[in-house]
């Protein structure tokens, strides 16, 4: 059975860190694309990054460039999403998952499995 568990959520302030966790089982991480979600209250789920496991090559929507950062621990089986300068509008339940296929595509389609989630709240 395939199992994703995120972590690592909590309240920051603005401009502050946070590093998100995905702790996989049942499934080889690095055999697929994996990707990190969010839902804001009364918005619908949007893609937020994604790491290819073909070339490593990685994803962000441009609300999160530069500030978030995708990574992959093979070893581990784990899924990271080093967020920084966070911002009151990054607060959401985040979502890691994973894809059915190698690549990332910027509609962030084709994820199959997904975690419970973990709440970020960005607030002064």
């Known amino acids: 059975q395939v199992q994703l568990v995120e972590s690592g959520g909590g309240l920051v302030q603005p401009g502050g860190s946070l590093r998100l966790s995905c702790a996989a089982s049942g499934v080889r991480l690095d055999y697929y694309a994996n990707g990190w979600f969010r839902q804001a209250p009364g918005k619908e789920r949007e893609g937020v990054s994604c790491?290819?496991?073909?070339?490593?090559?990685?994803y962000y929507t441009d609300s999160v460039k530069g500030r978030f950062t995708i990574s992959r621990d093979d070893a581990e089986n784990k899924v990271y999403l080093q967020m920084n300068n966070l911002k009151p509008e990054d607060t959401a339940v985040y979502f890691c998952?994973?894809?059915?296929?190698?690549?990332?595509?910027?509609?962030?389609?084709?994820?199959?499995?997904w975690g419970q989630g973990t709440q970020v709240t960005v607030s002064s």
């Open positions: 790491l290819s496991s073909s070339d490593n090559t990685t």
């Open positions: 998952a994973k894809s059915e296929i190698e690549e990332c595509f910027s509609d962030f389609v084709d994820f199959d499995t």
